[in-house]
DNA sequence: AACACGGACAACCGCGACTGT
DNA sequence: TACAGTCGCGGTTGTCCGTGT
C-alpha cells in the first residue's frame, strides 16, 4: 500500500519558483507574522503549490536570516569537523552554522568536501582511510580514540564554562569567535552526540562513581564529567563553582598517557599536526595533480583517521 | 558557433518522527 | 493504545550555467 500524497498534486505547480511566487510567499509569512500550517498556507496564500515545497523554498531559501555567499574556510573546515562526529545529519551540522541551511551545507559536502576527503585517502562517511594501512589507531571505534573524545569533551566543557563567563563581560551574540562556537557546539545536538558517544564506551575507565552517576540524563555538565573524571566524581569540576580552576592532577597524567598511547606526545603537537592536516585538506586542490599528496601526506604525525576527529576535537 | 560535459545548486520524493485526538 | 495528520530530514533528481573541444 503506497502512502498518500502529501497534498494532492493535481493543477500545482512543480519545479522551479518564479519570483512573484516567492514574494507572495514572503509577503503572507510577514503577514501573518509566521507560516502557520504548511498545508493550508498555499490555499489562503493563493499559491499553486503544495505546503511541502512552500516549506522548502521559505527554509533554504526565502528566510530572512539565510546567510548568502560562499562558504567561509572557517565554515568549510566546521563543516568537515562536524561530519565526522555527526555522519550525514545536515540539520544537526546546519544547526551549528548560522544562516545556512541543510540542503546547502548536503550540497557543500556532495560537491566539494566529500572529494577532498577522498583525495586525502579518506572515505567520507566513516572518515577512516580507505586503504587502511594504519589501523593501530581507527576513529572512532578505537577506544584510545573514544578516551581522547571523553577527554577533550571536558575540555570541551570547560572551554563553554569560559566561553559563558567571557561572554558576561563581552556579550556580542554575533562574535563569531571560537569560544562562541564552543558554547553552542556544547548547548546542542553536537554536545549531546559527543556525550552519548563518550558514554558508549563504558568498559574503561569506569568507577563506582561513575557507573553511578550514569543513570543520570547525560545532558548535564556534571554528567559527562563524572563520567570521565571518577577521581573527581563531578564534584569539582562541574558540580560547583567554586575549584573551577582547580586542575584534577590525575586526569592530567591520565590524558598524558593517552597522548602516549596514541603516539601524541603532547596535545600541542596534535593540535599543530591536525591543524596543518586540515589546512590541506581545505586547499587541496581537487583537479590538479595529485602527486605531491603523496609525499606531503606522510608528514602528518596523526593517521589520516584521526585528522576529522583530533582536529575537531583540537581545534576547539 | 555548436555541442558535450561536468559542476553547482535548487527542488522533489519518500520515510520516519512527532503530535493531537 | 491506535490512528491520522503534519512536519522535518536525508537522499536523489532536475536544471542551469560555465568550460572545453
Known amino acids: 500500500m503506497g502512502r498518500a500524497p502529501c497534498c494532492d498534486k493535481r493543477g500545482l505547480k512543480k519545479g522551479p519558483w518564479t519570483p512573484e511566487e516567492d514574494e507572495i510567499l514572503v509577503e503572507y509569512i510577514k503577514k501573518n507574522g509566521g507560516h502557520g500550517s504548511w498545508r493550508s498556507l498555499p490555499k489562503l496564500a493563493g499559491l499553486l503549490r503544495c505546503g511541502k515545497s512552500c516549506r522548502l523554498r521559505w527554509t533554504n531559501y526565502l528566510r530572512p536570516d539565510i546567510k548568502r555567499g560562499p562558504f567561509t574556510q572557517e565554515e568549510e573546515k566546521l563543516v568537515v569537523q562536524l561530519h565526522g562526529i555527526l555522519g550525514n545529519r545536515w540539520a544537526s551540522i546546519a544547526a551549528q552554522l548560522p544562516g545556512r541551511t541543510d540542503n546547502e551545507i ?140 582547580t586542575e584534577c592532577k590525575s586526569c592530567k597524567s591520565y590524558t598524558e598517557e593517552m597522548m602516549a598511547a596514541s603516539d601524541c606526545s603532547s596535545s600541542d603537537e596534535l593540535e599543530d599536526s591536525s591543524e596543518n592536516a586540515f589546512q590541506l585538506l581545505l586547499d587541496f586542490p581537487i583537479n590538479n595533480d595529485m602527486s605531491f599528496l603523496e609525499e606531503d601526506i606522510d608528514k602528518y604525525a596523526l593517521p589520516p583517521a584521526m585528522l576529522t576527529e583530533s582536529s575537531f576535537i583540537c581545534h576547539l
Not at 186 to 209: A, H, I
Open 106 to 245: 548536503k550540497n557543500l559536502w556532495n560537491t566539494h568536501l566529500k572529494k577532498r576527503l577522498v583525495c586525502m585517502g579518506l572515505d567520507p562517511q566513516t572518515h577512516e582511510p580507505l586503504n587502511s594501512c594504519s589501523t593501530a589507531i581507527k576513529a572512532p571505534a578505537s577506544p584510545t580514540t573514544r578516551h581522547m573524545a571523553q577527554w577533550e569533551s571536558a575540555r570541551l566543557e570547560a572551554e563553554a564554562r569560559l566561553s559563558r563567563e567571557s561572554s558576561l563581560f563581552n556579550p556580542n551574540p554575533v562574535g563569531g569567535t571560537d569560544s562562541d562556537y564552543f558554547l553552542r557546539i556544547w548547548n546542542s545536538e553536537v554536545g549531546e552526540s559527543f556525550r552519548k558517544f563518550s558514554m558508549g564506551d563504558k568498559t574503561l575507565c569506569q568507577s563506582p562513581v561513575s557507573q553511578a552517576s550514569s543513570s543520570t540524563k547525560c545532558g548535564s555538565m556534571s554528567a559527562i564529567t563524572t563520567e570521565i573524571c571518577p577521581i573527581l566524581g563531578g564534584s569539582s569540576i562541574a558540580g560547583s563553582n567554586q575549584n573551577e580552576d
